[in-house]
């Protein structure tokens, strides 16, 4: 099995910067791409940002020049700098990772928890 368990979620003032971890653990091949999503109360998920096993990153329009998504391949960890942070941000984000358990056998896809960031005005 694999898991992902988030980090670095809380409570910061409009303008301040939280950095969310996550850690991939349990047997695998290897992990392609990760990325962050987030869902705000009544609203539906939205994928926040991104990133492929070479680096290649994607961003959502809202969050492009705030946001940066990084991995640590050798860690199995993926990253969100999160700055200028707006009450918009508010939400629950989520880490996915589209994982090969198996060399040749399909990529699945796993979900952490879940980390709350709520921003205030």
């Known amino acids: 099995q694999v898991q992902l368990v988030e980090s670095g979620g809380g409570l910061v003032q409009a303008g301040g910067s939280l950095r969310l971890s996550c850690v991939a653990s349990?047997?695998?091949?290897?992990?392609?791409?990760m990325g962050w999503y987030r869902q705000a109360p009544g609203k539906q998920r939205e994928l926040v940002a991104d990133?492929?096993?070479?680096?290649?990153?994607n961003y959502v329009d809202s969050v492009k020049g705030r946001f940066t998504i990084s991995r640590d391949n050798l860690k199995n960890t993926l990253y969100l700098q999160m700055n200028n942070l707006e009450p918009e941000d508010t939400a629950v984000y989520y880490c996915?990772?589209?994982?090969?358990?198996?060399?040749?056998?399909?990529?699945?896809?796993?979900w952490g928890q879940g980390t709350q960031v709520t921003v205030s005005s």
């Open positions: 990133i492929t096993s070479g680096g290649n990153t």
């Open positions: 996915y990772a589209k994982v090969r358990r198996q060399r040749f056998g399909p990529d699945n896809d796993y």
């Open positions: 349990g047997t695998f091949f290897r992990i392609n791409s």
